[in-house]
């Protein structure tokens, strides 16, 4: 009979669902918490849930577990069922530096980036967190953007993010997301983000990042309300343009406004004429291009720091500037710690002692289980030998055939004088502790003198079973009594 549902194990891949396809953007500024579940599907990104938070608790001052607590409660509530998350951590974080690059070696350059950032920023690099880009000016210099990041606001946030059941994939900087360096390599783009507090700014170069920085004060509250300070944030536009190299400052022609909330309005409308007086041309930007990040999006889909940056990791590209800590197991850490020719020889060494006592035991194993088996074949006749050895033990005593008693009183007899000049009362026989297998034999009795004692007491000491003849108490002076003790050991005992 044959079972008509047969299930074929190899067709089972095909009902799981391909790793990364899909991908929870989070976003945080200030105490503001966006986020977006995106999914891939043939070429195009299906936006999943979207949703936005004030948090109650800070980031770095409150408790993680609570922190993710109330994330969670954020999610749930918007539906995010997704765990992987790409997140955008907050400008205001970060430090940047910028160094010229020298015409020397990559391995050179690795160094000379360490020390500038060593000498440069305001904490050791222990306690840092270092991603760079690198771009080429318009005149052919080429130059470096040091973006540092304490390593305990990451652990912070990996902590909270954990205590919200999420695991991520990368942090990376919001502005960096929207406006990625290497979409126009030639020209130059200053990219602008309003946030909760203050605004992002980004200007792009050559390929990479050449300045990143917030502009404070951008925001004022008045009447309960916030204003844009649009005065203060040309100002800053123009400082920062001005501390850049000359040929950077004039690559740089447009500027581009991200966003479509009032703030993002307000600052478009107010910073167009301000910047035109610099050379530059203002744009808004308030949803994404087709075809955008290699993917096909939904038309008219509003552009957001959490979208563009899971958007970017979905498309298979990585971000602008990863700042997710590596994931380094403790061996190797030890061993990059530890790693030289005499520890390599130390560790060959202790692996190949280790082998060896491994192969020895692995040896002495199969030693015991073959004698194992061999015990188990004649483990039941043993037992059954021992049994009876036991039984022997115990009634030996009773079957002796020796007749031990009859020859000592027989050796006694000839020892004493015929004509009874000396007679013996008792006999005592004992077995003695001491040599094992002999006996203690004590003989009390009668002499009519000394003299015919002693010639009894050699009588007897000629023997030779009779060892240690000993007369210790005599009374009495004729007749006198006497008692006398000797050892009896049979021919072949020890």
Not at 94 to 104: C, R, S
Not at 147 to 159: D, K, M, S, T
Not at 388 to 414: A, K, V, Y
């Amino acid at each position: 009979m044959t079972n008509p549902l047969k299930l074929d194990l190899r067709n089972l891949a095909l009902l799981k669902r391909p790793p990364g396809a899909s991908l929870l953007g989070l976003a945080f500024d200030g105490s503001r918490l966006e986020g977006v579940a995106v999914r891939r599907t043939n070429g195009a990104a299906e936006i999943r849930q979207t949703f936005a938070a004030s948090l109650s608790l800070d980031l770095l001052t409150n408790e993680p577990e609570l922190v993710g607590r109330e994330i969670r409660k954020h999610l749930d509530a918007a539906g995010v069922r997704e765990r992987r998350c790409a997140v955008c951590v907050p400008l205001d974080w970060a430090f940047t530096q910028q160094v010229k690059l020298p015409d020397l070696p990559e391995a050179d350059l690795q160094s000379l980036l360490q020390l500038e950032a060593e000498r440069g920023f305001p904490a050791g690099l222990e306690t840092l967190l270092l991603a760079t880009s690198r771009f080429q000016a318009p005149g052919g210099e080429r130059y470096a953007t040091l973006v540092a990041i304490p390593r305990h606001h990451l652990a912070r946030l990996e902590a909270v993010l954990q205590a919200a059941q999420l695991r991520p994939v990368s942090f990376s900087l919001g502005i960096a997301a929207l406006q990625p360096a290497g979409q126009q390599p030639a020209a130059g783009v200053l990219a602008l983000a309003a946030g909760e507090n203050s605004i992002s700014l980004q200007i792009s170069c050559g390929g990479g990042v050449a300045v990143l920085r917030t502009v404070e004060g951008a925001f004022e509250l008045e009447g309960g309300e916030k204003r844009l300070q649009a005065d203060q944030v040309a100002r800053e536009t123009r400082i920062t343009l001005g501390q850049l190299p000359s040929d950077v400052r004039e690559a740089v022609r447009q500027v581009r406004i991200f966003g479509r909330s009032d703030a993002a309005e307000e600052l478009a409308e107010q910073l167009a004429g301000r910047v035109e007086s610099l050379g530059l041309q203002a744009e808004q930007v308030k949803s994404y291009a087709d075809g955008e990040f290699g993917l096909k999006l939904p038309a008219d889909t509003a552009v957001s720091p959490a979208l563009s940056l899971a958007l970017r990791l979905l498309a298979g590209q990585a971000a602008e500037l990863e700042l997710l800590p590596p994931k380094i197991s403790r061996w190797r850490q030890l061993a990059a710690r530890y790693s030289s020719r005499k520890l390599a020889w130390v560790g060959a060494g202790a692996g190949a002692v280790a082998l060896v006592i491994a192969l020895a035991f692995l040896v002495q194993q199969a030693q015991l289980t073959y004698w194992r088996s061999k015990w188990n074949a004649i483990g039941t006749r043993v037992t059954r030998v021992e049994n009876m050895q036991q039984q022997i033990r115990r009634f030996r005593p009773w079957f002796d055939e020796s007749c031990r008693s009859l020859s000592i009183l027989r050796r006694l007899t000839e020892a004493f004088p015929e004509d009874g000049v000396v007679t013996a009362k008792t006999v005592d026989i004992r077995e003695a502790t001491e040599p094992r297998g002999s006996l203690t034999v004590t003989c009390a009795g009668t002499a009519r003198d000394y003299a015919a004692l002693l010639r009894t007491k050699e009588a007897l000491s000629k023997a030779k079973e009779v060892k240690a003849v000993h007369l210790p108490d005599t009374r009495g002076q004729s007749p006198m009594q006497f008692t006398f003790d000797f050892q009896w050991r049979e021919r072949g005992s020890q």
